[in-house]
């Protein structure tokens, strides 16, 4: 009768994974048949959760100044006092964190913006100016290259100019206004997402050790406890790299700005302080980051003197090189801890590959592999009993047991070198 059973459940195994890859075929089939539909269940679950996910990524970026106030600014006050201070250290905390993120943007925001509308509205002002010296420059090619252009016969009619663009926005008035309105809707809603997500990342903030209890528990609860703890182990160590990869990237931003600063200062280029702060804040989206902000300020910079604007151009092609290929891998090596070659080949191959986002997620990603490989290499030579962990007495990082390991090989090797040699001088 058990063998009975036990063929009967086997069967119905059987029959089971029969049915999962008949409907698993189906659906396929209904998501290629209809991917306008499915694309668009996606499109509406990606906006249904924009919210959590900024608030996710906020949380991420104010968890670095919390646990800097919570362990470095009141630590020792944390040990000594008892539970009243511990109900207030995070709120305290908290509010201190999210004063310092805003405070920097209102900073950033004051030197900026009031210096971009002041270069604005003295342009406007000189623009009769500038198109008087345009002229002049335009007649000055001509007769040099002794052109067959008759300049006085080139005038512009300012009123057909005028009833050109009437017509234009007759002709075109529902559409200009049905654009205005999206662009003004997209405003909204993201200024909502945003107030949501920051509203979202201070509860998480609030309660993150709760949230990681119950995370745990889900997975022990799911998972064998040996796997359960690599998973874990594998998610503190993503957390650690993704960490130091947003702490290198803002120390690396702070020096391109500074070094922009100070070479604008000594080539007397205008607009120093909001140029480099415009450099700064741009440097955080990758490669094409360093495109817009030279854009932005050569045109600041044209708007003063077109000559120094092309010198401009030049001296900022060389910063970022210079960035690029020695600053960048070194600082976001040491904060990852990766070696700068491989974050240089992170850097080329993720974005070959996919874009912005594989130059984003393509450190830390190499980081973790980094590190995991390291773990695996130490693993096997346990196994095979050329390396012991007890060969590092004051450090536990992977790479300084290997190293120690292959300065011991290369030590009995040398020995077996010189012991060889030894033995054929004395048989000569």
């Known amino acids: 009768m058990k063998k009975f059973n036990k063929k009967l459940s086997s069967d119905n195994l059987h029959y089971l994974k029969i049915l999962g890859i008949v409907l698993a075929a189906i659906l396929f089939y209904a998501i290629i048949s209809n991917l306008s539909i499915f694309f668009g269940g996606l499109s509406f679950i990606w906006n249904v959760f924009i919210p959590v996910t900024l608030g996710l990524c906020i949380a991420f970026v104010l968890n670095m100044p919390l646990r800097f106030f919570e362990n470095r600014v009141f630590g020792k006050l944390t040990r000594a006092n008892g539970k009243v201070w511990s109900k ?6 908290l509010t201190l964190s999210t004063l310092t993120i805003l405070s ?3 900073l950033l925001l004051s030197f900026v913006i009031p210096q971009f509308i002041a270069t604005c509205a003295d342009f406007f002002l000189k623009l009769p100016e500038y198109m008087e010296h345009l002229s002049a420059t335009a007649r000055q090619f001509i007769i040099r290259f002794n052109l067959p252009i008759d300049l006085n016969a080139v005038t512009v009619d300012w009123n057909m100019v005028s009833a050109w663009a009437l017509q234009l926005f007759d002709a075109n ?26 509203v979202i990342s201070i509860y998480i ?4 050790e709760k949230l990681g209890k119950l995370a745990k528990s889900v997975l022990y609860s799911v998972m064998k ?5 690599k998973f874990i182990s594998v998610i503190v160590l993503s957390n650690k790299a993704f960490t130091g990869f947003v702490a290198g990237q803002c120390v690396e931003v702070g020096i391109i700005g500074v070094l922009c600063f100070i070479g604008m200062l000594i080539f007397r280029f205008p607009h120093a302080l909001m140029v480099s702060c415009i450099i700064a804040v741009t440097a955080f989206i990758p490669i094409f980051g360093g495109i817009i902000g030279a854009m932005i300020g050569a045109f600041l910079i044209l ?3 077109p000559s120094k604007a092309v010198w401009f151009l030049i001296f900022i092609i060389i910063l970022q090189q210079l960035e690029s290929h020695i600053i960048y891998p070194r600082m976001m090596g040491k904060h990852v801890s990766l070696p700068g070659i491989w974050v240089l080949l992170a850097v080329t191959v993720g974005g070959g590959l996919f874009g912005v986002p594989g130059i984003i997620i393509s450190v830390p990603l190499c980081s973790v592999l980094h590190t995991l490989l390291e773990q695996w290499i130490i693993k096997r030579l346990e196994e095979r009993n050329i390396c012991h962990r007890s060969m590092s007495h004051d450090s536990s990082e992977p790479n300084s047991i290997i190293n120690e390991m292959l300065d011991e090989i290369e030590a009995e090797e040398n020995e077996g070198a010189s012991s060889a040699n030894a033995d054929e ?3 000569e």
């Open 303 to 305: 708007l003063v003197n």
């Open 425 to 427: 001088a004395q048989g």
């Open 225 to 229: 406890r040996d796997k359960a703890r």
């Open 173 to 198: 008035g529902q559409t200009i206004t049905q654009s205005a309105i999206e662009i003004i809707s997209g405003l909204v809603n993201g200024i909502v997402n945003i107030v949501l997500g920051f």
């Open 104 to 106: 920097l943007l209102v």
């Open 88 to 93: 207030l250290k995070r709120p305290l905390c």
């Open 205 to 208: 903030l609030a309660s993150k």
